[in-house]
């Protein structure tokens, strides 16, 4: 099916449940997205910072762009003036950062706490505990220019839809509990970014309010990478 078919599956398929496509262009050139684009997509994901720059001005400004890789600290400045949600903050000294070039661009930018659930040493993320300790560190509370709208988190990559389906249960039993603990009166802590191309069904069937979605849309990429 062409990239424009794939939007539209998705979108008729996803809105009917009150979940976000998050179409995953990595990899992928100006000309697919602009493609996807027409096709009605405005939420797009890349996870390489100087990739994300290159593309950004070639494309429409209504475009929201999320970064969803791995984001070293001294790269934060590129994607400041013009980033919609950071969806893998995974340190608070990230997260001071990201506050600080906010504020300079006199902004606030929203980000997802990124935590580990795979049963994989690679994969980037917060031990839950160390998510629990972000939120109470006295520093995090004087961030004026960052907002926690939730949680993100990418499960094994396994045949096992039972451990995939565990481990994304894991992420919202933790959404709900912080929810309780230390955003009960913010209703922008509503996010819950779980779910691939692989995997989507089975994330939204445990409270997924985001899926990233990349290869079924825009096909098979040329190389694989980690972050940036
Ligand atoms: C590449 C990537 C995706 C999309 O993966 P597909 O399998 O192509 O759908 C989703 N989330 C993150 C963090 C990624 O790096």
Redesign the pocket.
Known sequence: MSITENIKQYKNELESKGVQL?A?S??HDVKSISEAYLAGQRIF?E?LVQELVEKQPQLPNDIEWHL??HLQTNKVKYIAPFISLI??VDSLKLLKEINKQALKNNRIIDCLLQVYIADEATKYGLEFDEVVELLRDPEFKTLQNIRICGL?G?ATNTASEKQISAEFEELKVLFNGLQQSFFKNQPYFKEI?M????D?ELAIAQGSTMV???????GK?KQ????A
């Open positions: 998050i995953v990595k990899n994901g996870n969803i890789g969806s893998s993100m990418i970014s779910g691939m191309s692989s989507y990233r979605i990349g290869s079924s849309i825009f990429r694989t990478t980690n972050g």
